[in-house]
């Protein structure tokens, strides 16, 4: 395995292991990127002069490349604002346009989905529900995995969309996508995915693949935040969508606003790279993140490894770690930027969904860590973050009375405790 020759250097300032929240803008990004802040400003919809040629150009060339990453041809490719607005457009405008009945009424089709999907799939289904669709969201198995199975014991007659994420913003855990895609096909259903913590990092093809609708964001894969892109498959079937937004008709009506062109010039190198280091970098961050687990788990008892051992993509890992208390884990990790299993509702810490989904209890979900790499992450950073996760845990369990419990061999889940 050899570097790619072009790949610039990045040092970052801290030891960054939440490549799943967002990733830094690779620098040969934000070098194709500048010309079009200043010289390139033009309008790609000024028709009639030479910057907005410039920019249109730009954002022809940016539409290639992106359509070129997942297989597609460049009219299939609606520049969006990033996956959030992608899933918005891809459920809502599929929703709308293909509803058996009208708005008002009860009975205007029916959607799957899964409990484990993000939130920006999961609430435009939730306010579908409430203007009359029925939503079937279907619970993943313990190891997160959705299969054709579970999709085709859901399927309706009056099924009009199905939309299952590529792979877990969480866990990793990567699904049955390209045989969902063919049910839906032979039931007649559309298919939307939500690719954001696939695309770049691992092949796609949405001919091969039987995708519908696919959303994802720049920011996900070494281009910039607020640009993203939503594929709709012209042919076999020509998917239609109501548009969301009203105004000037850009991105062939499907998505009015005068385009980012800068964002969009940055996507589209950004797929560009991908094409050419996926490959490296996905083998590359498999064999750290396998080094990973198998450190961790080496040197420490009672912790769990979330999501299917192998169905699961190169560069996250989710590990649960019994006996500890996950404020005070969190505290004392915070050298490593890594993400938690809770999220910050308002005032309080609630356990994350996707592990609660799979089964994992409140405590230990609180006391899980997502650690996900990237195209900077060293070797020497992984046993850092390995060394102190491991240093933590041993502490704060020197404190747990469960943990010694649990050492001397004791069934915690049969212990009857005395209430007061
Ligand atoms: N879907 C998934 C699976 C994601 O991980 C994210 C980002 N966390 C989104 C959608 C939303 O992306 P954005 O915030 O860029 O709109």
Redesign the pocket.
């Known amino acids: 395995m050899t570097t790619p020759s072009t790949k610039p250097a990045l040092k970052l300032d801290g030891i960054y292991m939440d490549h799943?929240?967002t990733t830094p803008c690779d620098p040969r990004v934000v070098e194709a990127m500048l010309p079009y802040f200043t010289q390139n400003f033009g309008n790609p919809g000024s028709r009639n002069h030479s910057f907005g040629w410039k920019a249109e150009a730009g954002v022809d060339k940016a539409r290639e490349q992106v359509a070129a990453l997942i297989g597609a041809d460049e009219k299939e490719i609606i520049f969006t604002?990033?996956?959030?607005?992608?899933?918005n457009l891809a459920i809502k405008g599929a929703a709308y346009m293909y509803e058996k009945a009208p708005a008002g009424s009860q009975k205007r089709g029916h959607i799957i989905t899964g409990t484990i999907?993000?939130k920006?799939?999961l609430d435009p289904c939730k306010r579908l529900q409430k203007e009359g669709f029925e939503v079937t969201f279907l619970s993943p198995p313990k190891d997160g995995v959705y299969t054709a199975e579970m999709i085709k014991a859901a399927m309706r007659e009056d099924t009009i969309l199905v939309s299952i994420?590529w792979?877990?913003?969480e866990i990793g855990t990567i699904n049955e996508i390209p045989e969902i895609g063919k049910l839906c096909h032979e039931h007649g259903a559309i298919f939307h995915v939500?690719g954001?913590?696939w695309v770049g990092k691992m092949p796609t093809n949405v001919e091969r693949d039987n995708i519908d609708l696919l959303?994802f964001?720049g920011?996900?894969l070494y281009g910039p935040?607020g640009v993203?892109a939503l594929y709709v498959r012209r042919r076999k079937p020509r998917v239609r969508l109501t548009s969301l937004f009203d105004g000037g008709g850009q991105e062939r009506g499907f998505r009015s606003g005068t385009l980012n062109v800068t964002g969009i010039v940055g996507l589209g190198k950004a797929c560009e790279i991908a094409m050419q280091e996926m490959d490296y970098d996905g083998q590359r961050l498999l064999a750290l993140r396998q080094y990973m687990e198998a450190e961790v788990t080496k040197h420490l008892d009672s912790c769990e490894v979330n999501g299917h051992a192998t169905k699961r993509l190169p560069h996250i890992a989710n590990i649960s770690f019994g006996f500890v208390e996950g404020e005070g884990l969190m505290m004392a990790i915070k050298d490593i930027a890594c993400s938690s299993g809770s999220a910050c509702t308002s005032a309080s810490l609630e356990p994350s969904y996707v592990l609660k989904g799979l089964g994992v209890g409140d405590e230990l979900a609180h006391s899980s860590l997502r650690l996900s790499m990237g195209r900077w992450t060293t070797k020497e950073e992984v046993d850092f973050a390995v060394k102190k996760i491991v240093e933590a845990v041993k502490k704060l369990r020197v404190m747990s009375p469960l943990y010694d419990m649990h050492k001397e061999g004791i069934d915690l889940s049969k212990v009857e405790w005395a209430h007061h």
């Open positions: 799943a929240a604002s990033g996956a959030t607005e992608g899933n999907e993000h920006a799939v994420m792979a877990n913003n939500d954001t913590q959303s964001s920011h996900k935040k993203g």
